[in-house]
């Protein structure tokens, strides 16, 4: 309950002073969430899949930061391209604010020439943010007896707020390397409970710019291809936020292991993430953590994600289909 009051605080303070600016739920398995990441990612592989993912962020506050989504997409060759539909809920301070999201998107494929591919993304997103006034305020309590009062304060004069919202993205890959932007909130649209001043709370615009290449790695064990190399690199901005995320995996026939590092910019390191996964056929999980390094380590105890994934089976193509060589998770 006094978390839950800490963030109404912030949220009413901030919102009366007309600065507050939102950032979106963070991911740390980017590719076993690529709608996500990148509407562009719709329909990248040949038969349609669907995929599950879930992240605890914080778990030494409670339930502070937890965020589910699931998401569905598919080739459709009478349309050249692919259809994806993204769903998400994103609970922040214990049920204090919910936000509710459902995102359909499009991808249309363009074979640059015999070798390079470029898949370019749009996706149209329907926002619900909810917030349950249910606190206990100061003014609420008795010394002895507890919250026996009624409170002063006024609840805002709509505890739901609905918008629409727009992003794209590009993406282009070849056999060895992949490549990609995305601009998500192209529209910036206003999510404050207080008004309808779009200089009070708007949801900035988010810039990610994504690299990554597979390397093949020599084994007189494993087949060509069954042992890798996947080096990555991810930068994000949103406001005056910027984060940089660098990392591998180890691909050893059906077991993933990866190592990242999350750097804000300053050079302040935030989190070293370790990653286990097992594909198998057309399925994939894959269980990370995010070992907390800034000053909030002895606070927080990092975050925790759990990612699931399973592609259906579909008939071959009668053309060829170009998939993006990039990681499973």
């Known amino acids: 309950?006094?978390?839950?009051?800490?963030?109404?605080?912030?949220?009413?303070?901030?919102?009366?002073t007309q600065i507050t600016n939102a950032q979106d739920p963070e991911f740390t398995q980017f590719y076993a969430n690529k709608l996500y990441l990148n509407p562009a990612f719709a329909g990248s592989q040949r038969c349609p899949r669907i995929s599950v993912n879930y992240r605890n962020q914080w778990p030494a506050l409670g339930s502070t930061y937890v965020t589910y989504n699931a998401s569905y997409d598919q080739f459709v060759r009478p349309l050249e391209g692919g259809l994806g539909l993204l769903l998400m809920n994103d609970v922040q301070g214990d049920g204090a604010i919910s936000t509710s999201t459902i995102s359909g998107m499009y991808s249309y494929a363009l074979r640059a020439n015999r070798f390079f591919t470029v898949r370019m993304g749009f996706q149209?997103?329907?926002?619900?943010?909810?917030?349950?006034?249910?606190?206990?305020?100061?003014?609420m309590l008795h010394p002895l007896y507890g919250p026996i009062y009624q409170t002063n304060?006024?609840?805002?004069?709509?505890?739901?707020?609905?918008?629409?919202?727009?992003?794209?993205?590009?993406?282009?890959?070849?056999?060895?390397?992949?490549?990609?932007?995305?601009?998500?909130?192209l529209t910036e649209p206003l999510e404050s409970f207080y008004g309808k001043d779009k200089s009070e709370s708007v949801l900035p615009r988010k810039y990610t710019v994504h690299f990554g290449t597979k390397i093949p790695l020599p084994s007189r064990r494993f087949k060509r291809g069954?042992?890798?190399?996947?080096?990555?690199?991810?930068?994000?901005?949103?406001?005056?936020?910027?984060?940089?995320?660098?990392?591998?995996?180890?691909?050893?026939?059906?077991i993933v292991a990866g190592m990242w590092v999350r750097q804000n910019f300053g050079f302040h390191y935030d989190s070293f993430i370790m990653?286990?996964?097992?594909?198998?056929?057309?399925?994939?999980?894959?269980?990370?953590?995010?070992?907390?390094?800034?000053?909030?380590?002895?606070?927080?105890?990092?975050?925790?994600?759990?990612?699931?994934?399973?592609?259906?089976?579909?008939?071959?193509?009668r053309t060829k289909f170009r998939t993006i060589s990039c990681p499973s998770f």
């Not at 309950?1 to 009366?16: E, N, Q, W, Y």
């Not at 069954?226 to 059906?254: A, H, K, M």
């Open 275 to 317: 990653l286990v996964g097992f594909v198998q056929d057309k399925i994939q999980f894959a269980y990370s953590y995010d070992l907390t390094i800034s000053k909030l380590k002895n606070q927080t105890l990092g975050a925790h994600e759990v990612s699931y994934q399973m592609e259906f089976y579909c008939q071959p193509q």
């Open 153 to 185: 304060e006024v609840p805002p004069p709509d505890l739901s707020r609905s918008f629409f919202d727009f992003s794209a993205g590009i993406v282009g890959f070849n056999r060895d390397y992949f490549f990609g932007l995305a601009v998500h909130h």
């Open 124 to 139: 149209a997103s329907y926002y619900q943010k909810k917030l349950n006034w249910d606190f206990v305020f100061p003014d």
């Open 1 to 16: 309950m006094i978390k839950r009051f800490i963030l109404l605080m912030i949220v009413t303070i901030l919102g009366a």
């Open 226 to 254: 069954e042992l890798s190399l996947s080096p990555q690199f991810i930068f994000q901005q949103q406001q005056d936020f910027q984060q940089v995320n660098y990392g591998l995996y180890l691909n050893r026939n059906t």
